[in-house]
């Protein structure tokens, strides 16, 4: 039985895929953090949860999964530049299926930032690198 957390992060880590293979990006995916990173890499970081029981009204609930969509070593101009074009062709190809996480459910992207100095800091420290990245939130919205 696929829970509504596991939903949304099969949602979000499918929508990676899928946009990076129609973009000609050979994305590595992962549902949660990986063991090593070559990018371009994307992966599952956090999820959180809000719930909601407003009267007379089914319980609400929604999930935001942030990922992690690692770029280079670096934020050189064309890291940047493929990073840019990554995320805006991102956020309309999520936009075109709102129900990825489910019929009774809607997806969208609601938060991107840049981190220029990403760490990955559960690797063992000589594993660790400075990288390029970018954090996208999507959100999961279900009632009932």
């Given amino acids: ?7 949304a992060r099969t949602a979000a880590v499918d929508l990676l895929k899928d946009y ?4 000609g990006v050979k994305l590595q995916t992962y549902r949660a953090r990986p063991a090593s990173i070559m990018p371009p890499t994307a992966f ?4 959180g949860e809000a719930l909601a029981y407003p009267a007379n009204v089914l319980p609400q609930r929604t999930i935001r999964v942030q990922v992690v969509l690692v770029h280079g ?5 064309e890291a940047v530049d493929q990073a840019d074009a990554f995320v805006d062709g991102f956020v309309d190809w999520v936009t075109s299926d709102v129900h990825a996480a489910g019929g009774n459910t809607t997806i969208g ?3 991107v930032e840049d981190d220029p ?3 990955p800091e559960w690797m063992a420290p000589e594993k660790q690198r400075t990288y390029f990245a970018t954090r996208i939130v999507l959100e999961v919205y279900a009632a009932g």
């Fill in 1 to 7: 039985m696929t829970t509504l957390r596991g939903a």
């Fill in 20 to 23: 990076g293979a129609s973009a």
């Fill in 44 to 47: 599952v970081d956090v999820v």
């Fill in 73 to 77: 070593l670096f934020d050189s101009g």
């Fill in 109 to 111: 992207v609601v938060e």
């Fill in 117 to 119: 100095t990403f760490v």
